[in-house]
């Protein structure tokens, strides 16, 4: 049987994470690491010693921003920003869900988005998001002015050829 | 010269200042822009955080359409271009991906044109002296710092920017539109991006080190080049650490004299009127 570290590097299609040496320059320019409940660096680690349920619960994985300045400065070109989006789709794809909920539900507001008119509108995905989310109160104070300075627009804009959209959502669906 | 031209969302809604300016200084320098037919959105970060065959096949859709323009294609929003170089790089390294994505959007991509940002065309192909010789008010008194954050950079053999670890396009841009560009260390640093929304505490963490690093850099203002980084510094830093955001077109636009130049700022959170009119600019 594929062991997790097999099954995450398969997925990276690159530089497999045995290539780390794990000198934590990852660790250090990671803006969010000091929100993290392990380190990106520690995340290899756990991947080397198979704790695949801890990893893909943990709120690690989904704070990660995607700034690209580990891969950036990896002296081994370890994509660490890929693993962090190969754990997050696995995350998903095995049903263990998000941990950190409301960043996944943004991100599925997101898409709604785009499923629905083919461009994002962003009052549309934010009301959508509230609604899941249930954080119906949070930025109350600023969108009355968003609004009346124009930033705002009502009609949710549309690209006229939606079947292409809806193939490609449909074609690459997953779960 | 003619090239493609990608808005994406962004520039059609919450920064319409940046498609406005972008439009403006385009015309001034004689950049003729021709808008990808009936374009979609490029999926973002929430297309590759979740699924990555969409997160391909969403701008390869775009790519595809821009290609029947046979121009490059030039995207101002930092995100978008991240999306679409990502994407140009899968799709040339990869080619069972390659026929995966044709397939799922029922086209063929062939890799001919050129994915630019505008500070790359700007730089490149008008150059700065020209951008100089057009300057009717230089920007006096003016004290921006620049801010290129993290997507038109990295990872830097996928974005192809020029000194990704201390760029200095966008500063120089800014001297020669007079200026007096201050120096500082958290260029390529990140704004928190697409957490702004879903996790803010974090994100008004980091939009609070960059004010307080620009303000000891003797800054009066910060100039972006990406409309994610320009919302949420304009819109989550702690009240007592704001300060005026811009985008970089917006000053070339004021500088350059151009219709509307100043209309766009009546549209930010943080109003940059009370320090542009203080400077005598408008």
Known sequence: ?175 | MKVSYYPGCSLHGMAKEYDQSMKAVSRALSIELKEVDDWSCCGASAAHNTNFDLSIALPARNLIAAEKNAMDVMVPCAACFNRFKMAEHHLKADKDLKARIESVVGAKYQGGIAIRNPIDVIYNEIGIDALAGKVVKPLAGLKPVSYYGCLLLRPPEVCEFENYENPFMMDKMMKAIGADVKNWSYKTDCCGGSLSVSKTAIVVDMCDKLMSAAKEAGANCIVTACPMCMANLDMRPSPSMRMPVFYFTELISLALGLDGSKETFKSHLVDPQPLLSQLRLI
């Not at chain 1, 990852?26 to 756990?46: D, F, Q, W």
């Open chain 1, 1 to 175: 049987m594929e062991t997790f570290l097999e099954e995450v590097n398969k997925k990276i299609h690159g530089v497999p994470l045995q290539a780390c040496y794990h000198c934590r320059k990852c660790t250090a320019g990671c803006p969010a690491a000091s929100h993290m409940e392990y380190n990106p660096n520690k995340v290899i680690k756990m991947i080397q010693n198979g704790q695949k349920d801890k990893v893909l619960n943990s709120s690690t994985i989904w704070l990660c921003m995607s700034c690209e300045t580990c891969i950036t400065r990896c002296p081994n070109q370890v994509d660490i920003a890929r693993m962090m989006d190969v754990l997050r789709q696995m995350a998903i794809e095995t049903g263990v869900g998000a941990h950190e909920k409301n960043i996944l539900k943004f991100h599925e507001a997101f898409l709604s988005s785009i499923k629905f008119g083919g461009r994002v509108h962003e009052m549309m995905m934010t009301v959508h998001y509230k609604l899941k989310s249930g954080d119906l109160f949070s930025d109350m104070d600023i969108a009355p002015s968003m609004f009346l300075k124009g930033k705002l627009s009502l009609l949710p804009p549309r690209t006229k050829d939606m079947k292409s959209i809806k193939n490609i959502f449909e074609k690459t669906k997953k779960i």
